[in-house]
């Protein structure tokens, strides 16, 4: 007889499927720890290479999350850098902002201001109307809410256009405005020339004729010779002014007899050059950002930066 077989086939599949259901569950099931010795032998073996590879990438993520904790530590206990401020009075058409920059300290700020507009070329015309006292007066309020140590008047014709009395005026209006401390581009000119024990120089601008004229005229109210001067009788972009072209009208109007060379106008990039100027011409080589940033700080006690520049290197010495 067959009975028995597709009985016996029946219950073979069912066991099959039993069996192939109990293999699922336990596929799903998560696994346990063995605790078999072998099992133990390859978990105490690969352990340790997992704690090597960790080991470097939990190290940097330690070494970092400490120098951060090092760096909010340090903000939040340190003093903010001091700083002192120099309030810059300066003409509408000024471009060389950053030139004053190069002879501040890095713990001076410089806050400038400039004139209002005028809408003539560079004459005698201009520097008249840059230096009217009211103006001059608004600007400097316009600096005070930083408050700045000293106010600077950084125009070289502004300040030689009406001579030495209007250089005074000038200085008078910076101080009824409120400033602790003022100083003019020529009135600085003068006294950098005393500090240096000059009574003779040459002169370049880039002036026309008739603004040139009137520096001469303010230099000899202070007994001050002029034994050559050139002028580039520009009338406007003097910020332009090449280097080259600098350095050419500094030799062309150099001479022997002039103890020194000045060059006008806080428009005129001089910056790089003067100690350049100074170890070829064996003097001393002035310029009027120079002495404005030179007169400003030493008004408050500070020096200039700058290398090798005759002005701070000898007035250091004195001031030594």
């Avoid at 530590?73 to 700083?83: C, H």
């Avoid at 009027?288 to 700080?297: D, E, H, R």
Wanted: charged fraction near 25%; charge should be negative; aromatic fraction near 6%.
């Amino acid at each position: 007889m067959r009975t028995d077989r597709p009985t016996s086939h029946a219950l073979s599949r069912i066991e099959q499927e039993e069996r192939v259901e109990n293999t699922r569950l336990r596929t799903a099931e998560p696994a346990r720890p063995s605790t078999s010795p072998r099992a133990a032998a390859a978990t105490s073996t690969t352990e340790p290479a997992r704690e090597q590879a960790a080991g470097p990438k939990q190290e940097r993520a330690g070494t970092d999350a400490a120098d951060m904790a090092n760096v909010v530590e340090i903000s939040a206990l340190s003093e903010p850098p001091g700083q002192s401020g120099v309030g810059v009075v300066a003409p509408f058409d000024f471009a060389l902002d950053r030139e004053l920059w190069r002879w501040a300290p890095d713990d001076i700020s410089l806050y400038l201001t400039r004139l209002p507009f005028v809408p003539v070329p560079v004459t005698v015309d201009m520097a008249s109307a840059l230096s009217d006292g009211e103006n001059v007066r608004r600007a400097t309020r316009d600096l005070l809410a930083p408050e700045p140590l000293v106010v600077g008047y950084a125009c070289a014709s502004g300040s030689f256009v009406d001579g030495a009395e209007g250089e005074r005026r000038l200085h008078t209006s910076i101080l009824d405005a409120g400033a602790p401390a003022a100083v003019t581009t020529s009135g600085a000119l003068i006294r950098a020339l005393e500090a240096l024990g000059v009574r003779r120089i040459a002169v370049v601008t880039p002036y026309v004729d008739s603004v040139t004229e009137r520096l001469l005229g303010y230099l000899g109210e202070f007994g001050v010779e002029t034994v050559n001067s050139v002028g580039l009788g520009l009338l406007n972009h003097i910020w332009k002014v090449t280097y080259s072209e600098v350095v050419q009208a500094v030799r062309d109007a150099d001479r022997p007899e002039a103890e020194a060379v000045f060059i006008s106008c806080t428009n005129v990039l001089t910056y790089d050059i003067i100690a350049p100027l100074e170890r070829t011409l064996g003097k001393p080589v002035l310029a009027a950002n120079q002495v404005t940033m030179w007169g400003a700080l030493n008004a408050i006690g500070r020096r200039a930066v700058a290398n090798d520049q005759w002005l701070l290197e000898a007035t250091d010495r004195t001031a030594a």
